[in-house]
């Protein structure tokens, strides 16, 4: 009897071993093969068991061979085979599922990076819980699909979505337009599908959206930027805002494919009130490996990107008619629908109202208000606080956004600079910080930038009509001098501005990205190229990211010596004790200077207060704080969880 269960067991897990790895078969599917009519290379002589035929398509590119399988199927494993003596035209192939026989929810379930022998058949292993119809191979760019041969295994199954193969560690953004149109416009969107796997493929969300081309020096590049529009507004990944429209960057002279989300995290240290979000992804469009991009916000209002009030076409008279506004100081504006030039001949776009829903009000409202600001900053008493640049500038977020285009050498920070004026606000406020593709050392015009004479902005950097000027002017006021000795201490000394712990930030991206990269340079092989303005190759992805950490060190060091460190600031900061929770109470410790302690729970509601000399306690219930510790003119929040 015992005998008997063992042997059925054997056998049942034996069979299950093997269902796992059945060949599945089905109806041959293709896109039009390439001598359509003649019954020649068709999609059938992928599934003959023939090496020496095979299917090629009609047109070059976006195109495909497949099973429909009749139900859905888990894929356990593929197996292909080149056309012979085309073996390489696999190379970069994709296997996409999908439950549509469009193919437009597909996503990928495998990329080729190596070119398979022909003459045998490869195989590779697919990890996914979710089973499909439609299963199919497409060919990379320009190849006509050519395969020989072309097999699936698994098992019917609907399956779930709990697990979906990522092809490099990264989240992977499959789009899908209608009939694989091409995305060629940056006027006009396109129909399609996307679909974004993430948390290590745990997470799937699909949606309908519109895409379209972006960006202006980089649309001209061959690894194409992209604007998305989703049907609904969407919060993608763990990024802070719902919106409807993100942006994939594309980094093609970026080749760290990190230059952009470095520079948001710099941005962070800063204090900068909104980084933009963003996270390096690899893109597939209709099946095609596009590359490693950047899935990012798209500079908007709205909370959890500019957050200030949005315009509605009646708030045309004041306070209402005060804001907010976005606008960009942009030597692109002329470009755009909505955009003007200052009195002193600065161009700029207006962002926020949109193009169609701005009212006449409150463009010339804006387009004075900036005229104003440009005065100020221009008129005999600038320096004055009431009624120079200051009444009408929020000096910090320009210094910051300033220094952010120093440190991280951006060649670029006054070819486009944002700036917001939120409602009653008097001021306009500077960033968000953005475009940082020629940054780090990314640009032969000016490397190397620590040997320039002066601040990159006022020596080589591109400008915008009068913008040198505008910030020259700014930076002459010795109040602004003090300001900026003051920011950039306190990144310093506080906020994690160091060479360590950004090459720590380099070293953490460069580890998450590298078999991305690897994929990257396999469709975009420009290591040993100079594109865009690249000073140096290095030939390699970790050379590359090497050039950046040089940079970084370097950097900081002449900054040191250019802006100066304001010793009586570190003194301050430097007398901040220490904050730690015991059972029940919160300790205090190395308060060299007296400091004035006030500690909140989560609610935002006083708690305590107290002045604490060098060292003491506070009996508290256990429970999440906020103290906050003001010593001098310094002021530092901590969260407390006290046990
Ligand atoms: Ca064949």
Same mark, same amino acid.
């Given at each position: 009897m015992k005998r008997t269960l063992h042997l059925f067991l054997f056998i049942f897990v034996f069979y299950s071993g093997l269902a796992a790895q059945n060949l599945l078969g089905g109806t041959p599917i293709s896109s039009t093969p390439h001598n359509y009519g003649s019954g020649l290379n068709v999609a059938s002589h992928a599934f003959d068991g023939d090496y020496s035929t095979f299917f090629a398509s009609y047109e070059r590119t976006y195109t495909w061979v497949g099973l429909d399988l009749g139900s859905p199927h888990i894929i356990t494993k593929v197996a292909f085979s080149p056309r012979i003596a085309h073996e390489y035209r696999l190379l970069l192939g994709v296997i996409e599922g999908s439950n549509r026989s469009d193919f437009l929810d597909a996503v990928p379930l495998? *990329? *080729? $990076?190596v070119a398979p022998r022909a003459n045998t058949m490869t195989e590779a292993t697919i990890d996914c819980s979710k089973g499909f119809r439609y299963v199919r191979y497409v060919g990379p760019n320009d190849a006509r699909c050519n395969i020989a041969e072309l097999k699936f295994f698994g098992y019917a199954s609907v399956g779930d979505d709990s697990h979906y193969p990522l092809v490099a560690d990264l989240p992977v953004v499959s789009i899908h337009t209608a009939d694989a149109t $091409?995305? @060629?416009?940056?006027?006009y969107y396109l129909e399609g599908f996307v679909s974004f796997i993430s948390d290590g493929g745990s997470q799937i969300f699909t949606s309908v959206t519109e895409i379209k081309g972006r960006g202006n020096y980089s649309w001209g590049l061959p690894k194409k930027p992209y604007k998305l529009k989703l049907e609904k507004s969407t919060q993608l990944l763990d990024f802070p805002a719902k919106a409807k429209k993100w942006t994939l960057i594309n980094n093609y002279g970026d080749k760290t494919l990190m230059r952009n989300l470095l520079a948001f995290e710099i941005s962070k240290r800063f204090g900068m009130a909104y980084t933009p979000a963003g996270k390096p992804v690899d893109v597939f469009l209709n099946g095609e490996y596009k590359g490693c991009y950047q899935l990012c916000d798209q500079i908007d209002v709205r909370p959890g990107r500019v957050d200030v009030v949005e315009m509605k076409k009646k708030d045309i008279a004041l306070p209402q008619l005060s804001g907010g506004y976005l606008i960009e100081i942009d030597a692109y504006a002329d470009r755009g629908n909505s955009w003007f030039t200052s009195s002193r001949g600065m161009p700029v776009t207006i962002k926020s109202p949109d193009d169609d829903d701005i009212k006449y009000e409150q463009s010339s409202y804006i387009k004075n208000y900036f005229n104003q600001l440009e005065a100020a900053v221009f008129s &005999?008493?600038? @320096?004055?606080? /009431?009624?120079?640049?200051r009444s009408l500038l929020d000096i910090d977020s320009f210094l910051k956004h300033f220094i952010i285009g120093e440190l991280t050498g951006n060649t670029d920070t006054y070819w486009s600079v944002y700036m917001y004026k939120d409602r009653e606000s008097d001021k306009f406020f500077t960033g968000? +910080?953005? !475009?940082? !593709?020629?940054?780090?050392?990314? $640009?032969n015009r000016t490397? #190397? *930038?620590?040997?320039? /004479? $002066? &601040?990159i902005c006022l020596t080589k950097g591109s400008a915008v009509n009068n913008m040198r000027n505008f910030v020259k002017r700014i930076l002459s006021d010795d109040n602004a001098q003090n300001d900026l000795e003051r920011i950039w201490t306190r990144a310093r000394y506080h906020d994690g501005v160091t060479a360590d712990e950004l090459l720590e930030v380099v070293e953490d991206y460069s580890a998450k990205i590298t078999n991305s990269a690897h994929l990257n340079f396999l469709r975009w092989p420009i290591l040993n190229q100079y594109v865009?303005?690249? #000073?140096? *190759? +290095?030939?390699s992805y970790a050379g590359e990211v090497d050039f950046v950490k040089e940079y970084i060190r370097q950097r900081i060091d002449w900054l040191d010596n250019k802006i100066g460190l304001n010793a009586d600031g570190i003194e301050q900061m430097d007398s901040k004790g220490s904050v730690y929770a015991a059972y029940g109470e919160i300790h205090f410790e190395n308060f060299s200077t007296p400091s004035d302690i006030h500690i909140y729970d989560m609610l935002g509601r006083l708690v305590a207060t107290r002045l604490v000399n060098s060292i003491d306690q506070i009996k508290m219930h256990s429970g999440l704080y906020i103290v906050k510790m003001q010593t001098g003119s310094i002021t530092y929040t901590q969260k407390v969880l006290v046990p």
């Open positions: 495998h *990329i *080729i $990076d $091409d995305v @060629t416009s940056k006027e &005999y008493q600038y @320096t004055n606080p /009431s009624t120079g640049y968000p +910080a953005w !475009d940082f !593709d020629l940054a780090f050392e990314n $640009d490397f #190397p *930038i620590n040997n320039l /004479s $002066d &601040y865009h303005q690249n #000073p140096r *190759i +290095a030939g």
